[in-house]
């Protein structure tokens, strides 16, 4: 009975949770450090992402108190607040990190020789003591504390137009930009023209390119690096955006003729034929009516050429180096990771702001996706 024509099988709904499943593993992280990128640095440190939107309770590092001090009733008194820039509820304090928590909100600790520290709910403390405290050493306070759910739009305001606090990522995305935008265009117009003489026009040796095409993608790019940017060198065009476009292009042109190629093959024969008996030349025939058919395919190889050109650091290392001024958005993360390890929020902020952009070109596209992948498989 499984066989009978119409019946769905039985492992619909095994691939069907699958999906859901890949689909939930990429989501996560991704949503992750979206809400990481909204959040302050204290707060990603404190707790994960998951605990954002809800009130957070932790032991928070050991603060020491300070302030100016005046001369109350014969006591010099100074007084401040713990946490002068949160919103902090203290939940219980100490001044010992072998008992963080010994008094509770609003107690009077005794720390010896007269001295006593008193700190209220909300932060504020009071040292009195019968001498002055200068040149001494005050004491620290460990407290635990809850704080509200914080979100910022200074991380991408640091990021993207910060040039110290963001360590240059608003440059790096426009030296991305403007790497990736022509790398994917050029790659295509190219294509589309060898992928329609190789699928629709008779001239000796075409067979022998469309293998040459095949072999082509299993080339390795590593090993063409080193020789094509000593021959950049040469014609001028060594560490230069031309030079990386050149490079993107080349490294990209076997995919990209054989995916169009293999689109172009499956179009209906009648209409390029009654085309040519109407009397349209090979060029009118492309623009017509082999693009417009072929957008899918043209969408397909879009989508693999930006997310590789953008996502991409060996390339642009290459062939447009580590100048901080042409240095593209995943050196600059790699930079990052280095020199600004404790600051997670700029971190996370310039993570989400590097795959913000292909995230946007895939969801645009996906639904060509498949449809491109496709093509030619079935007759």
């Given at each position: 009975m499984d066989n009978i024509a119409g019946r769905k099988s039985g492992l619909t709904w095994a691939v069907h949770i699958?999906?859901?499943?890949?689909?939930?593993?990429?989501?996560?992280?991704?949503?992750?450090?979206?809400?990481?990128?909204?959040?302050?640095?204290?707060?990603?440190?404190?707790?994960?992402?998951?605990?954002a939107f809800s009130?957070?309770?932790r032991n928070e590092p050991a603060v020491?108190?300070?302030?100016?001090?005046v001369q109350q009733g014969g006591r010099f008194v100074l007084q401040g607040d713990l946490f002068p820039n949160r919103d902090m509820t203290i939940k219980a304090w100490g001044t010992?990190?072998?008992?963080?928590?010994?008094?509770?909100?609003?107690?009077?600790?005794?720390?010896?020789?007269?001295?006593?520290?008193?700190?209220?709910?909300?932060?504020t403390f009071t040292l009195a003591g019968p001498e002055s405290f200068e040149g001494q050493r005050l004491p620290r306070v460990f407290a635990t504390a809850s704080s509200p759910p914080e979100f910022t739009l200074a991380n991408y305001e640091n990021v993207l137009f910060s040039g110290t606090a963001g360590a240059g990522v608003g440059q790096s995305f426009i030296n991305t930009a403007t790497v990736a935008?022509?790398?994917?265009?050029?790659?295509?117009?190219?294509?589309?023209?060898?992928?329609?003489?190789?699928?629709?026009?008779?001239?000796?040796?075409?067979?022998?390119?469309?293998?040459?095409?095949v072999a082509l993608l299993v080339v390795p790019l590593q090993l063409a690096l080193i020789p094509l940017l000593q021959i950049h060198n040469v014609i001028g065009i060594g560490k230069t955006y031309m030079g990386t476009w050149a490079a993107h292009t080349a490294f990209g042109m076997p995919l990209a003729i054989y995916l169009l190629r293999n689109y172009m093959v499956g179009l209906p024969r009648d209409i390029i034929e009654n085309a040519r008996v109407d009397g349209a030349t090979d060029f009118q025939i492309f623009v017509k009516i082999i693009l417009p058919l072929s957008f899918p395919a043209l969408a397909s190889f879009a989508?693999?050429?930006?997310?590789?050109?953008?996502?991409?650091?060996?390339?642009?290392?290459?062939?447009?180096?580590?100048?901080?001024e042409r240095l593209v958005l995943t050196g600059r993360l790699v930079n990052l990771l280095g020199s600004r390890g404790g600051d997670w929020e700029i971190l996370a902020t310039s993570a989400f702001v590097s795959i913000a952009v292909p995230l946007a070109v895939f969801f645009a596209m996906q639904r060509y996706l498949v449809r491109g992948l496709l093509a030619g498989s079935v007759k």
């Amino acid at each position: 009975m499984d066989n009978i024509a119409g019946r769905k099988s039985g492992l619909t709904w095994a691939v069907h949770i699958a999906v859901v499943l890949l689909v939930i593993l990429w989501l996560f992280p991704t949503a992750g450090l979206f809400v990481s990128s909204f959040r302050t640095g204290d707060q990603i440190s404190g707790s994960g992402w998951w605990a954002a939107f809800s009130t957070q309770q932790r032991n928070e590092p050991a603060v020491r108190v300070g302030g100016d001090e005046v001369q109350q009733g014969g006591r010099f008194v100074l007084q401040g607040d713990l946490f002068p820039n949160r919103d902090m509820t203290i939940k219980a304090w100490g001044t010992s990190s072998r008992d963080v928590e010994a008094y509770e909100p609003g107690a009077t600790a005794d720390l010896g020789d007269g001295v006593t520290l008193t700190l209220d709910e909300g932060g504020t403390f009071t040292l009195a003591g019968p001498e002055s405290f200068e040149g001494q050493r005050l004491p620290r306070v460990f407290a635990t504390a809850s704080s509200p759910p914080e979100f910022t739009l200074a991380n991408y305001e640091n990021v993207l137009f910060s040039g110290t606090a963001g360590a240059g990522v608003g440059q790096s995305f426009i030296n991305t930009a403007t790497v990736a935008i022509p790398s994917t265009v050029i790659p295509i117009l190219i294509a589309a023209f060898a992928a329609y003489a190789l699928a629709w026009m008779d001239f000796p040796g075409r067979a022998l390119l469309v293998a040459a095409v095949v072999a082509l993608l299993v080339v390795p790019l590593q090993l063409a690096l080193i020789p094509l940017l000593q021959i950049h060198n040469v014609i001028g065009i060594g560490k230069t955006y031309m030079g990386t476009w050149a490079a993107h292009t080349a490294f990209g042109m076997p995919l990209a003729i054989y995916l169009l190629r293999n689109y172009m093959v499956g179009l209906p024969r009648d209409i390029i034929e009654n085309a040519r008996v109407d009397g349209a030349t090979d060029f009118q025939i492309f623009v017509k009516i082999i693009l417009p058919l072929s957008f899918p395919a043209l969408a397909s190889f879009a989508i693999f050429q930006f997310l590789w050109t953008w996502n991409d650091l060996l390339v642009a290392l290459v062939f447009l180096g580590t100048d901080d001024e042409r240095l593209v958005l995943t050196g600059r993360l790699v930079n990052l990771l280095g020199s600004r390890g404790g600051d997670w929020e700029i971190l996370a902020t310039s993570a989400f702001v590097s795959i913000a952009v292909p995230l946007a070109v895939f969801f645009a596209m996906q639904r060509y996706l498949v449809r491109g992948l496709l093509a030619g498989s079935v007759k």
